[in-house]
Every structure is written in C-alpha cells, then in structure tokens.
C-alpha cells in the first residue's frame, strides 16, 4: 500500500496542514506526521499526509550511482575500442 | 515532477540493465521477492521484467494490503452499513474486492448502504463531525506507510470528544508477512520457497526505517534491499541485490537513502504505539493466520474501535479450493499455473487475493504482462 | 381605469427562482419555462413554429449518401466545471458521435429532466451555454423537450441529446475497418476533462488550471476527410473509459492488435502530475474534444498534417500501429523501454491508494 508521491511544500497552514505543489497541481495535505516541516522542503505524500522528506543531497548521491554505471560502462566501452585501435 | 522524472529514464535503464547482463553469473538463477505492491506495480507498467536477463526471476510478494484483506472482514465492513446503519468510509481499492453472498462495498452501496470513499483518514473524521446524528466508521486497511494517517485521525477524534466515530482495524505489520512466508509450516505442503533475497518495501521503510530488516537478514540469510518506487530504483536494487549473492554477503542495504534511514519516522512510529498494539495473531488472505502481523486499538481508545463499539465477531470465509493465491503468495507458483487464471478469474470477477487488486501478482500479470508470448507482426507478410 | 394588460404573466425570476412541478405540468407555467428559457436561447425557424415536432426538407442527398443519427445522455456532476458544464457538453459529445462516422452534423434535439428546486438561474446559464455552443458549431436544436421530477428523484438536470447528420457517397468510417498497418493517430493532449471533473469532486479537492477540453470537432473531421479522401478508415473520440478503452474497442471490432508507442502520447505535465498524486492513469480517463483516426499508411502524413493546421488539432501525434492479434491486444512500448498491454478499463477508475 505505498502509493506515496515527492512533492514541494510550498505554503505553511494552522492545525499542522500545508500546501504542497506537485507539478502545478496543489493540495492541502497533513504535516502532523513529521518534524519541523518548511517551505520548498520535498515531502512524501500518501493519503493526504506528508509521512517523511527527501533528503536533497542522497537524492544526488542515487542518481549519481545510476550515473557512475553509465560512466563505468561508457569507460569500459572506451577501453575496449581502445584496445582495438592499438596496433 | 522533480524526484519522479529523474528516476524514469529509460536510457539509464538500459545501462542498468547492461551491467545486469554482465554480473548476473549464467550459471545460476536469482529469485527475488519484491514484497511491495507498489514494487509489482512498477514492474508491470515499465515493463521491468522484459530489462532483466532471463536467469533473474521477480517473484510477487503478499504486500498488498487488499488482496491479503480476508472475506470476513469485509463482510464486518458490509454488515456496518447494511445492518448497522453506520457511514461507512474506504479508500478506493477496497470498494470491488468481493465478499461474502455475492456482495462487494460498491454492491452494498447500491443496495443503500451509505459507503463512501475517502482519500484519507482525515476525511472520514470530517464527515463525522459533519453528521454528529449518524455512526461513522473508517475501514482502515493498509500497512505500516498508512498506520500512522490513521492513528492520527483516532488521536484526533478522540482530544475532540467525537462520540460517532470509530476505526475497523485491519492495519497489518510487513516484517511479520516475510517471517512468516520463510517459516510457515505451510511450506511444508507447498514446498521450499526458491526466494534468494527481498527488495525491500520503499514506503513501509519511511515509517520504520531499515533496522527491522538488519536481523531478518542475518536469522535467515538473505538479503534485503529497500528500493525507492520508480523503476530505475527497482532496477538498481536488483542489481545490489545480484552483487550480494554473488559475492556471498546477506545484507540490509538502503537504494531508498533519499528517504529511509535506519530509525525511520520516529514521530510516526511513537504516535501509533500510543494508538494500538499488536494482535496475537490475524488471518491474511492467502497465508492463513499469521502471528503478532496486525494491530488493534489499545483499550484506552476502546470507544474507537467499531470491533468493540459494534460487537462484531470475525467469521473466517474459505477461498475458491481451485484458487492458487497461497502458493502464489509463496512465490512457489505462477499466476498463469492456476487453473482459473484468466477464464473464471479475471479483475472483473477476482476469486482470490491475487486478483483483486491491480497490484496482485494475478491481477498483474492479467492487465500488463500475459501478452508476452505473442510476437507483434506489424506489416503484412 | 387602465386597462388589465391581456394575458399578462410575471417574467421568471431568475434572480431567485426555482423549478417547481407546475413548469413540467404543460400548463402556462410550463409554456412560460420554454418562451423564457429555451425559445429564448435557441431561437430558430423550426422552434418558432412552435410545434410538437420540427418539420424540416430532408437535406441533399446525392446517391450513396447516408444519413447519420446519434443520441447521449448527459449526467456529469457537477454541473459547471472548468472549461464548460452540462450543456456545452451536450452539444459537442452529440455534435461529436455524428462526426465519427465522418458525417456532417445538421441537427440536433435537446430533452431536459429537471429535479424540483433547480435553481433558474442555473438552468439559464446551462441553456445559453448550450446555445453558444449550437450556434458556434452551425447545428441548432429544432426541437426539445421539458419534464421535471420531484426533489430529490434528479441531480439538478439530465440533457439528452440526438443529432442526425450525413455522410457524403464515398466516405466509409467504422471501428472494424482497421487493417494490418495501419496508422493511429490521436488529435492532442489526454486526460483534460477528467481532470477538471474530478477536481471538482468533494472528496478530492485539489487546485488545478486544468480545464475540459470539450468542443465540437466537426470541422477538425471534415479537414482531415478533405486531406485524404478515403484515407481516413476508422474515427472515435475516447470518453469515458479513455484512450484505453476506445482503441481495445476498436481492436476487437476490426479483430487487430495494436502496438502504441508511450512517449508519443502527448499528455499535459499537470494531468500527469494529478495523475500521480490520485493514483490514476491518463489513458483511462474521459476526454471530451479529442479523437482517435486510424488512416490507411500511405495517407497518415497528409491527415496529421491537416490536424495540426487546425485550432483543435495543433498536438496531433502519430502513436501507433494496428498489428496482427489474435487475441485484439492493445500493446504499449513504454518510455522505459519495455513492454506493456494497455487493458480494457476494469469497472469505473477509482483513486489508487496501493
């Protein structure tokens, strides 16, 4: 049951809600569920409440392991035409 | 969308996807259990399994709350808007799962039971206060990601004095469910279960973090992986996964490091062990009754609990006997083993668990993935 | 003494007003409802003959020319909602089932079942509404008809509309003609109307900029006819159920497969984005001003192209082809870069919590 979504909190509101964009679509959400919620913070979102963030500097660290097989194999690609140019 | 885009890219996926074919040895084959609905989901609709090589194997795991939901439950949903006049409040997935005497929510809503969906729990507890003459009650399915959406609505209701509002506790308990598919005397009868490690729920893992998992892995010797929800998540945590076998190591790894952490949402956590605790023992759907997986509302917040407020037994209903959901729950059959899959059972008419969510391996395979024996011929010969 | 004014009735009230069953009655009530609200709306020779039915010379029909009827009921809830309401759509979903078959819409009725303590001034937005969009598409309503039901036995109003048209000698569009490599083309961007619908919704209220695409798509389907006669075999426009649903419809009647390519489905980020947030998928969802074309191979470049001259046709894209598939699967080559079948809509598309 993980339907959750990463979206922007853009607007603080009373009784622990926010406003959160996603896309240009916006809902009003919970913010109950975690701890000192701020504006342009990354929630996610699943029933109508945030349950926890995304942390922006792990989220760069994924996509650049993603990115490093890319690089791994494009280096490794490199080494093989390599080797068959050399005489 | 930033944090969806990124993780989607298809030429990632197939680097990803390369590196599969390269490290995955030829000689052996890896079973995986993707125990997340939400995982299953993903897999179908980007086509996963047509990136991985053919000795890597996704096998469906019973996360998904609906399709492990028992009969009898939903007949006690049922009974409270047609016998007990109560409001009844659902998330939309249960609204076609059938029950008992050929009724399902929705054809109990056409009979005149007032049952209506929410997208939250916070929306029940708003239709409460806005019909104080009438019972309403929330029909609270799901695992640990929507527990603590729930035991916020109780607390609420409960410093607000609501006196018409009560929860059917149906929240069940994830590290239980993959215990139990290891150990279960059932495997027994079924057979020994070919599972080589879990990709870890993504969500489940915000609320509880990744500690759970650490003995699991070790007690039974496979790892885990927790991976986020979009298909380039699932892909690297296979891969992970592929490099754990091979070099022998059982461990708990985090993909999902964006948004899990080992302690997970405390806040969350400590809100829903002041709401409920846990039940001896609950059935699921599927895997028969299964120790310490599911919770109830504490005593304290007796007034809450609809079990307790409407004095309602729990009847066991049996499933179809030619339904297969058990084995397939156990990863030791395939959906398209079952003798019913596709003629009698279909999304339309869902006989077992499987079935009934478009999440269930069945109901999985039936929408994305039963096309694809079939070579496409696009021009006329 | 001055004189009593003969026959002098009240204006309606359409500050304030509200139907009663006196207006379904027949009586004057009943003639003063249609003399303020829809005569004075529709306004044409045949309503003013003020007749039972519209009587009318049947239109040139030169020999292998047919005629065309179609006929929708309309319950969407609510009412009004971004980009339209109950009776601009009426029109355009009629205007639109004769087009289909490549007609050339002519005219159209209109019946109303009105609920008891329906606001007048609704009534009266919802009918010029209707008429505006009667009048802009050049199809006007000949003929209606009035009823009205006790409190709570409606949902404010039902339109029912039927449309009769003609398709030209020579022009032969139906869901079974599609053949072995065939051309899908579809005329824009998907999801729109049901988007806007739902955010409407009590129990899902979201902020949007997302508004119905509803509009009447006559002209769009006579330029492309124009484009290449006799290329264009198969037209639908995917409401309810969506772009899904239509094209497995028109795969099990013309006994194909399809293969669609996702990344070329063009689909507004805000729709994804409210797609993802309900859980939901825009391939199912109601489309109110688009349409689906499957046009013989060596015809598609000349159709897209008059697509996108159009107002209503400036996203056209080609997503797929029609294969051969014995089992009429709709498949789809995701943007991942695998496979997937697009499958029938398995009762009504609910909100995805799992």
Avoid at chain 1, 5 to 25: C, T
Avoid at chain 3, 28 to 46: G, K, P, T
Avoid at chain 3, 149 to 171: H, M, N, Q, W, Y
Avoid at chain 3, 287 to 303: D, H, R, T
Wanted: negative net charge.
């Amino acid at each position: 049951m993980c339907l959750a979504i990463p979206a922007r909190l853009v607007e603080l509101l009373p009784g622990e809600q926010a406003i959160v964009n996603l896309g240009g679509i916006r809902k009003t959400v919970s913010v109950a569920l975690i701890d000192a919620p701020q504006v342009d913070d990354y929630v996610i979102v699943h029933v109508g409440h945030a349950i926890g963030k995304i942390d922006p500097e792990e989220a760069a660290r994924t996509l650049a392991l993603f990115g490093e097989l890319a690089q791994a194999q494009a280096d490794a690609d490199a080494l093989s035409t390599a080797a068959k140019d050399t005489p | 969308m930033k944090y969806i885009d990124e993780f989607r890219d298809g030429d990632i996926a197939r680097k990803i996807a390369d590196r599969l074919a390269q490290e995955a040895r030829p000689e052996r084959a890896y079973s995986f259990m993707e125990f997340c609905g939400g995982h299953t989901h993903a897999i179908s609709r980007y086509g996963i399994a047509d990136l991985l090589p053919a000795n890597v194997r996704m096998v469906h795991g019973p996360g998904c709350p609906v399709c492990v939901l028992p009969i009898g439950r939903i007949d006690m949903a049922i009974a409270l808007a047609l016998e007990h006049g109560a409001i009844v409040c659902t998330y939309g997935d249960t609204l076609r799962v059938p029950a008992s005497g050929g009724l399902s929510l929705i054809k109990a809503k056409a009979r005149g039971g007032d049952i209506r969906m929410v997208y939250s729990a916070a929306d029940a507890l708003e239709i409460a206060r806005q019909n104080p003459a009438r019972e309403v009650v929330f029909f609270a399915i799901g695992f640990e990601t929507t527990t603590p959406p729930t035991a916020l609505a109780v607390r609420d209701a409960h410093r607000a004095g609501l006196a018409n509002f009560s929860v059917l506790c149906c929240h069940v308990l994830t590290p239980a469910a993959i215990t139990h598919i290891l150990e279960s005397p059932e495997v027994r009868q079924y057979g020994t279960v070919p599972l080589d490690g879990f990709v870890g729920p993504a969500h489940v893992s915000i609320v509880i973090g990744f500690a759970p998992y650490v003995q699991f892995a070790i007690d039974y010797q496979k790892p885990v992986v927790i991976a986020g929800f979009e298909p380039l998540d699932v892909m690297q945590a296979i891969l992970m996964l592929v490099r754990q076998i091979n070099e022998g190591r059982a461990e708990v790894e985090n993909e999902f490091s964006r948004a899990v952490t080992r302690e997970g949402n405390r806040n969350a956590q400590a809100l829903v062990a002041e709401i409920f605790e846990r039940r001896e023992t609950f059935e699921w759907r599927g895997l028969g009754e299964v120790a310490s997986s599911a919770l109830k509302i504490r005593p304290a917040y007796a007034p809450f609990d609809a079990e307790r407020r409407f004095n309602l037994a729990y009847r066991p209903v049996a499933d179809n006997k030619a339904c297969e959901c058990g084995a397939i729950l156990r990863g030791v059959k395939k959906p398209t083993d079952c003798k019913i899959f596709g003629t009698v059972c279909t999304p339309e008419n869902p006989v077992g668990s499987c079935m009934v969510s478009s999440e269930g391996a069945c109901a999985a395979h039936y929408s994305y993935g039963r096309f694809r024996d079939i070579p496409v011929v696009v021009e006329a010969a | 003494m001055k004189p009593v004014k003969k026959d002098y009735i009240r204006p309606l009230d359409f500050k304030h007003g509200r139907i009663d069953m006196g207006h379904g009655a027949g009586g004057r009530s009943s003639a003063q409802l249609i003399e303020e609200v829809f005569l004075a709306a529709f306004d044409n020779d045949c309503l003013r003959q003020g007749n039972d039915g519209a009587v009318f010379a049947p239109p040139p029909l030169p020999p292998g020319a047919r005629l065309v009827m179609a006929t929708d009921g309309h319950v969407v809830s609510p009412l009004f909602f971004p980009g339209g309401d109950v009776g601009c759509l009426s029109v355009h979903g009629t205007v639109n089932d004769v087009a289909m078959s490549g007609a050339t819409p002519l005219y159209l009725t209109a019946s109303f079942i009105l609920e008891e303590g329906f606001a007048l001034a609704d009534l009266k937005r919802i009918v010029d509404s209707m008429a505006q969009a009667a009048r802009e598409a050049g199809v006007p309503v000949i003929t209606g008809d009035t009823k009205v039901v006790e409190r709570g036995k409606g949902d404010g109003v039902f339109i029912s509309t039927t449309g009769l048209g003609v398709v030209a000698p020579g022009v032969d569009i139906a869901g079974s003609n599609a053949r072995l490599g065939d051309v899908i083309l579809l005329s824009g961007t998907i999801g729109e109307h049901g988007v806007a619908v739902l955010s409407q919704r009590e129990s899902l209220e979201f902020e949007t900029t997302i508004e119905s695409d509803t509009a009447a798509l006559h002209t769009l389907v006579a330029a492309m006819l124009q484009a290449a006669p006799g290329g264009v075999r198969v037209l639908r426009d995917p409401t309810r159920g969506g772009l899904a649903t239509t094209l497995n419809e028109i795969a099990r009647q013309s006994r194909a497969g399809m293969l669609l390519d996702e990344a070329a489905i063009p689909v507004l980020p805000q729709v994804d984005a409210a797609c993802e947030l309900l859980g939901l998928d825009p391939l199912y969802i109601a489309n109110e001003g688009k349409l689906i074309a499957v046009c013989a191979p060596e015809a598609a470049e000349a159709v897209l192209a008059a697509m996108r001259d159009h107002p209503l046709g400036q996203a056209a894209a080609r997503i797929g082809v029609v294969t051969e598939d014995a089992h009429h699967f709709v498949q789809m080559t995701t943007r991942f870069g695998g496979r997937r079948v697009v499958d029938w809509l398995s009762g009504e598309q609910l909100p995805r919590i799992c």
